[in-house]
């Protein structure tokens, strides 16, 4: 008797890749936003005081490696992937007119043709920039970051003027990964108008048009960029910066060319939507998780303007969206569609917090051996140190873990104050040191550094509040919301319900996303928003009036922090003059 094995049905799924500071990554999700496989990749990173760079060529090796181990792993067939979407740090791009990498090191090493978004080289143009007063740096909360590009490229060019000469596409990391995969140098909304001063809503009248399009870029400001010293990069109707802009999602060229195809262990012509950085595809990913009991009630559609998204990874990215432009003095934005379809962007943020927890553990002379035995055991530092603080609680006799810390205050602002203070300059201050270096004061130190950046949190919700938003939910992804500790003293610190996403992986599903409209399977990003968001677990803040005392008190010690440093900066400076 014979049998006819029937043929596997090919699924629709949607492909996500994500490149962090530290990491490619790539999601593949089915059309209900479940993850059905992920891999990740290393990549490599130079450091060298403020100087921050990495590596196109390696950057796209660890994509491939991540993709074709994806599928292995997921069990997805290259047919079965319909769409794919990218999404990367804000890191800028130089290549040649062959697409070559171009230097922008110090070392001339020619791998070396990323400044990396945490790069701080360009401070000091950032200020010269800054006091131009330009009309479009009200739309970055009235200043650009040395962590935004203008100030980069104006670096180079003051730096490095043999790479400058070089250079045919400057590129930030998102849209070079789409140029790369398809050919198409468009660039995203996303991008140019979060990191390039680009003024999106010269768009708003194209957002209505029923096919998705590359519009001609008319949101730049050309006397912006003269004023500043850039005046070259106008030429060529914006060729070096951008000749064409798109929404996010927006289907571009004619999908994977055979060569990045074969590379990537893909189909060639497979959809490629035009990206997101990634803090913004973890928006994406989260913004429209719905818990089900507000599901099956009347439809919201002014709830997504009450919720605020918490991208905790290496740095944290506080996500808002509004109906109405609202102007913010030190929180950037706002920027039109940069995130949500025809929805205004706030954008508030930490550049260290994910790498602040790293650096104040690595440096403990008690690290090595808690690392030792978290590996043993095969749980994280992280969740070995949330043990070792709920066992002091009980020895101690303390009131709740928060109050451990009563005497230990930090300011985290290691690697400047990005939102709502905007001060690069900005240091890190830990107040309550001692003596002691065992395990328990490593474990208080931690404490005191997660309630730190959750008081920076606190400051920049209150910031936005008092300037138009109405904010009264967090949904909170990436690496750092996987810890307990951290997503409940964020809670219990600002007093509102967080949202965990049902899946990990916010950022990839954002990407995916961005795959999926490409494809044509939802019309509108929002639309795939609301059919792949989908919520997990909520952590309710902490009902206990004392905790709420506490942690008022000490907030106010934090903010204190601040203008301690200010004064002793400015009777520094005097003594010095």
């Not at 995969?181 to 680009?198: E, M, N, P």
């Not at 929404?247 to 990045?260: E, K, Q, R, V």
């Not at 954002?510 to 939802?522: D, N, R, T």
């Amino acid at each position: 008797m014979t049998t006819n094995i029937l043929p596997r049905q090919l699924r629709s799924v949607f492909l996500g890749v994500d490149v962090g500071t530290g990491s490619a990554r790539a999601g593949l999700f089915n059309e209900d936003g479940k993850l059905l496989g992920s891999a990740s990749s290393p990549i490599q990173i130079w450091k060298d005081s403020d100087c921050v760079e990495q590596s196109s060529t390696d950057i796209w090796l660890a994509i491939c490696t991540a993709v074709k181990t994806a599928c292995d792993l997921g069990n997805v067939s290259k047919e079965e992937v319909k769409g794919l979407g990218f999404a990367a740090t804000c890191s800028l791009v130089a290549v040649d007119s062959e697409g070559e990498p171009v230097t922008v090191s110090w070392s001339g090493d020619t791998r070396r043709n990323i400044i990396v978004w945490m790069d701080h080289r360009a401070v000091k143009q950032a200020e010269r920039i800054n006091a131009s007063n330009s009309p479009v740096l009200q739309y970055c909360g009235g200043g650009v970051s040395p962590e935004m590009e203008p100030p980069k490229l104006l670096w180079v060019k003051e730096n490095l003027q043999e790479s400058w000469s070089m250079v045919f596409r400057w590129m930030d990391l998102s849209d070079w990964l789409t140029y790369k995969a398809t050919g198409d140098d468009t660039r995203s909304l996303c991008t140019t108008v979060c990191k390039w001063t680009y003024l999106g809503h010269a768009h708003m009248q194209q957002i209505n048009e029923k096919d998705s399009c590359a519009m001609e870029s008319c949101g730049w400001d050309d006397g912006f960029w003269e004023e500043i010293g850039l005046g070259d990069l106008v030429d060529g109707h914006h060729a070096k910066i951008g000749r064409s802009v798109a929404f996010p999602g927006h289907a571009l060229g004619s999908g994977l060319t055979p060569h990045a195809a074969k590379e990537l262990g893909l189909m060639a012509g497979t959809p490629v939507g035009t990206a997101l950085i990634d803090a913004h595809a973890g928006g994406v990913g989260v913004m429209e998780c719905v818990l089900a009991s507000d599901s099956e009630s009347i439809v919201d559609e002014d709830a997504i303007s009450r919720r605020m998204v918490l991208v905790c990874g290496t740095s944290t990215c506080h996500m808002a969206v509004s109906r109405t432009k609202l102007f913010i003095p030190g929180v950037w934005g706002p920027f039109w569609s940069a995130m949500v379809p025809e929805y205004w962007l706030t954008e508030g943020g930490q550049s260290a917090t994910g790498s602040l927890l790293d650096h104040i553990i690595e440096n403990h002379v008690a690290s090595p051996h808690l690392a030792n035995r978290a590996a043993s055991r095969r749980i994280s530092i992280f969740d070995l140190l949330n043990e070792i603080l709920e066992s002091m609680k009980q020895d101690e006799g303390s009131p709740f873990i928060a109050a451990l810390t009563n005497d230990m205050h930090i300011l985290p602002d290691f690697h400047g104050n990005r939102s709502p203070i905007a001060d690069p300059k900005s240091k890190g201050m830990i107040s309550g040191l001692t003596l002691d270096t065992s395990e328990k004061q490593l474990a208080l130190l931690y404490l005191a550094t997660v309630q730190g950046i959750a008081y920076g949190t606190r400051h920049i919700v209150e910031h936005c509040n008092a300037n138009g938003h109405k904010i009264d939910t967090l949904l909170a992804c990436g690496g750092l919301a996987k810890n307990r500790l951290f997503v409940q003293e964020h809670a219990d610190i600002i007093g509102y319900p967080i949202i965990l996403p049902r899946e990990n992986e916010s950022v990839l599903l954002g990407s995916a996303i961005l795959g999926a409209v490409a494809s044509k399977k939802y019309p509108t990003v929002r639309d795939a928003m609301k059919a792949m968001n989908a919520a997990g677990q909520v952590v309710h803040p902490s009902q206990d009036v004392k905790v709420t005392k506490y942690h008022d008190a000490k907030y106010s010690i934090f903010r204190d922090l601040y203008e301690q440093q200010q004064k002793h900066r400015s009777l520094m400076a005097e003594a010095l003059s």
